[in-house]
């Protein structure tokens, strides 16, 4: 029997979770195997880079569809719970669950669409080009990688989220050292600011942060920007930055743009994970793929 599809997987992976009890990850790829006739001589083939096996990156790659569709939850680490959806869908008995099925959940629709996608064309009958497939699941695992480092954000200390604002902004360039950085976190006095970090080596000037470890779900609106806004008034600054693991409201962007003595910059969960993997913070390289063309110099100079 060949190893089965991620896709194949999504209804056994669900009724594993049935249960309401928390499992780990490790566990339900042994019960998939089992379940699915995959033999130990399968579990071990590894994938053509050599870094993981094909079927728990399979397993992996259905855990991470069902959780974008909202049917299952991460507990901590590497443990699942099934979601309040996930056990609605499977009282609905379905024959099957598939990547069709998913699509009615708006989080898989987003993460399923293509970045650049301009049309409707199924991918089988457009002029996509395997570079351009390439470029897509790149997005669509980093998409996955957003998502895991905030769920491992929120399991940490509001302490250890300022910590780690204050490393992203060090490797971005601010502050000077890290040791430097350090020393300015914290509570100024001033209501509404959590930290001050120098624009430059030199500080020139000085740039006022508040750090806010919120559920991912929560929406900041214009009042608490209107708050940070007045911090920093009274502080005398003229720059500022709201970062924070939730989201803000259109109401809070507009209100932050029409700044004009102070500038803020609100930075939210998806940016601020975005920047953590663009400048390597938390996250550690996998796998490198070299994408090579013809040295056309080469053949020009061996030609003459």
Same mark, same amino acid.
């Given at each position: 029997?060949?190893?089965?599809?991620?896709?194949?997987?999504?209804?056994?992976?669900?009724?594993?979770?049935?249960?309401?009890?928390?499992?780990?990850?490790?566990?339900?790829?042994?019960?998939?195997?089992?379940?699915?006739?995959?033999?130990?001589?399968?579990?071990?083939?590894?994938?053509?880079?050599?870094?993981?096996?094909?079927?728990?990156?399979?397993?992996?790659?259905?855990?991470?569809?069902?959780?974008?569709?909202?049917?299952?939850?991460?507990?901590?680490?590497?443990?699942?719970?099934?979601?309040?959806?996930?056990?609605?869908?499977?009282?609905?008995?379905?024959?099957?669950?598939?990547?069709?099925?998913?699509?009615?959940?708006?989080?898989?629709?987003?993460?399923?669409?293509?970045?650049?996608?301009?049309?409707?064309?199924?991918?089988?009958?457009?002029?996509?080009?395997?570079?351009?497939?390439?470029?897509?699941?790149?997005?669509?695992?980093?998409? #996955?990688?957003?998502? &895991? +480092?905030?769920?491992? =954000?929120? $399991?940490?200390?509001?302490?250890? %989220?300022? *910590?780690?604002?204050?490393?992203?902004?060090?490797?971005?360039?601010?502050?000077?050292?890290?040791?430097?950085?350090?020393?300015?976190?914290?509570?100024?006095?001033?209501?509404?600011?959590?930290?001050?970090?120098?624009?430059?080596?030199?500080?020139?000037?000085?740039?006022?942060?508040? #750090?806010?470890?919120? &559920? +991912?779900?929560?929406? =900041?609106? $214009?009042?608490?920007?209107?708050? %940070?806004? *007045?911090?920093?008034?009274?502080?005398?600054?003229?720059?500022?930055?709201?970062?924070?693991?939730?989201?803000?409201?259109?109401?809070?962007?507009?209100?932050?743009?029409?700044?004009?003595?102070?500038?803020?910059?609100?930075?939210?969960?998806?940016?601020?994970?975005?920047?953590?993997?663009?400048?390597?913070?938390?996250?550690?390289?996998? =796998?490198?793929?070299?994408?090579?063309?013809?040295?056309?110099?080469?053949?020009?100079?061996?030609?003459?």
């Amino acid at each position: 029997m060949s190893i089965p599809k991620h896709n194949e997987m999504f209804l056994p992976f669900l009724e594993f979770l049935s249960d309401g009890q928390a499992h780990p990850i490790a566990e339900i790829i042994k019960h998939l195997a089992q379940k699915m006739g995959v033999t130990e001589e399968e579990r071990k083939e590894m994938l053509p880079s050599g870094v993981t096996t094909k079927f728990g990156s399979r397993v992996g790659w259905t855990r991470t569809y069902l959780g974008k569709a909202g049917l299952l939850e991460t507990v901590k680490r590497g443990v699942l719970v099934i979601s309040a959806e996930g056990k609605r869908v499977l009282a609905s008995n379905p024959s099957a669950i598939d990547d069709e099925y998913l699509m009615r959940y708006e989080g898989f629709r987003e993460f399923k669409t293509p970045v650049n996608e301009t049309s409707t064309a199924s991918p089988m009958t457009s002029d996509v080009t395997p570079q351009d497939e390439l470029e897509d699941a790149f997005q669509k695992i980093n998409s #996955a990688l957003v998502s &895991d +480092l905030l769920s491992e =954000i929120m $399991r940490q200390t509001p302490e250890f %989220f300022e *910590g780690l604002v204050v490393q992203l902004l060090i490797k971005m360039g601010y502050g000077g050292s890290l040791s430097d950085a350090g020393k300015i976190m914290g509570k100024t006095g001033d209501e509404g600011i959590d930290g001050v970090v120098r624009e430059d080596k030199l500080g020139f000037d000085l740039i006022y942060i508040q #750090a806010k470890r919120w &559920d +991912l779900g929560n929406s =900041i609106g $214009r009042p608490e920007i209107q708050k %940070f806004v *007045g911090a920093l008034a009274g502080a005398g600054a003229s720059k500022g930055l709201f970062i924070t693991t939730a989201n803000f409201s259109k109401e809070a962007y507009v209100y932050a743009e029409k700044q004009h003595t102070t500038k803020v910059v609100l930075v939210d969960g998806k940016t601020l994970a975005n920047l953590m993997i663009e400048y390597n913070l938390g996250v550690s390289t996998q =796998i490198t793929y070299e994408l090579k063309r013809v040295d056309t110099d080469f053949f020009a100079l061996e030609s003459e």
